[in-house]
Every structure is written in structure tokens, then in C-alpha cells.
């Protein structure tokens, strides 16, 4: 990421521990990102509604609203990158996170230089000069998404897609990187979940894969993650 880019990018920080705050605050504003500081998560969602928001880091345990409940609340209408901060490190607290839909997970006590760069690894993932053009296209490194004509095009090429294939690509194309697990995918691309099991997850992304090499036999965006699901890298 460039300078540039880091200082078109807003940070929302959530951490209720003032000491902290100020050892996040300082590198991150030196490198160029704006940041706003909440101390609570209870307005989070609606500050994010607001627009202007690149980012959100995150603290788990905030005094009001748990940065669990703050992270759902943000996923019900928003693939904004999500970073959580805590002092937790267990595997069921990482994965409860990951699961709620955080795009990364940094244990206290960190080094501001790790942050910053993990700040800016999910900023290249889900970089500012790839949202809506004027044409309501979305773009995002090699893809290209119209979400209102339902089109997904790749290096330039339209895809011809099922009803399904559509609705799985878009969903990996909301949190670029993001590894969201064959349930996640089933409850939120398959509208008649209930009758599908999901091993058809992973029927549609044999079948996604072969589309997208038929456009460039080298490309393999698709990731498996074994035992856990799915991202899409769309470098």
C-alpha cells in the first residue's frame, strides 16, 4: 500500500482502555490513516452506516456492547475488514471470531510495527479505490461485480454463471480473503438451505474453478481451506 492509499483510509478504533488506545493511535496516525476513536461499541453500527469508514479495529472486551455482539451487528448489513483486539488467545475465542465474521484476530499484547502492517495487508484486500465506480460496479483487483444485473466479470471476461455459482462468487467477493466455512456460504448464497447439504458448496466451487481457468488457465483465486472452508484472493 502507498502512502497515498494509507492516508485515503479511515481506521475506527474501539478500545475503552486509554493506555492502549494511545499505543495504537500514534503508529497508525504516523503512517498516514485517519483514525476515529470510539471508547464504546454501542454506536459502532451506526457509525459505520454513516460511510467514511475503511476498517475497524476492534477490542473484544468493551465495557457495554462485547465486541463479539458488535462484530455480528456489523456483519448483518456490512463486509467492512474487521480486526479484533484482545487479550484473549485461545483457539475457541479466535475461532468464535473468525466465525463471526472478523476478517483477522490480533492477541494482546502486539507490536505497533504487526498491526500497522496487518492494518494494511486488509486494506490491500479490500483496498478504498475498489468500491462502487459511478457505474455501480464493484472492483475488486481482477474482478469486476454489477451486483444490480446479477455479473460477475474476470480479467475482463464475463462469466456465464448459474444461479448458484453467482450467488457463491458475490458472497466471496463481499470480504475478499476472508475464510467463510460451507456453512456460512450455504446459509447465505443458498436460499432454500434447508435442502441442500454442503457438500454442494463444494460441487459449485469445482465448477466456479473451471470457469475462471477457462480464462486464465494459470489463475486459481479460489482457496480451500481444509477443514475450515473457502476465501477468494482477488490479486
Known sequence: MTADTAIRSTVLLVEDDLAIAETILY???AEGFAVEHHLLGGGVAERVRAGGIDLVLLDVGLPDVGGFEVCRRLRAFSALPVVFLTARSDEF??????ELGADDYIAKPFSPRELVARVRARLRRHPVADRDGSDGVRRSGRFEHDPEARRIAFAGVQLELTRYEYALLAELLRRPGAILS??????RAWHDAGESGERTIDTHVKTLRGKLRAVDAAADPLRTHRGVGYSLDVG
Request: no cysteine.
Open 27 to 29: 503508529p497508525l496516525r
Open 93 to 98: 475465542d479466535r475461532v468464535l471470531g473468525l
Open 182 to 187: 460451507r456453512a456460512q456460504l450455504l446459509d
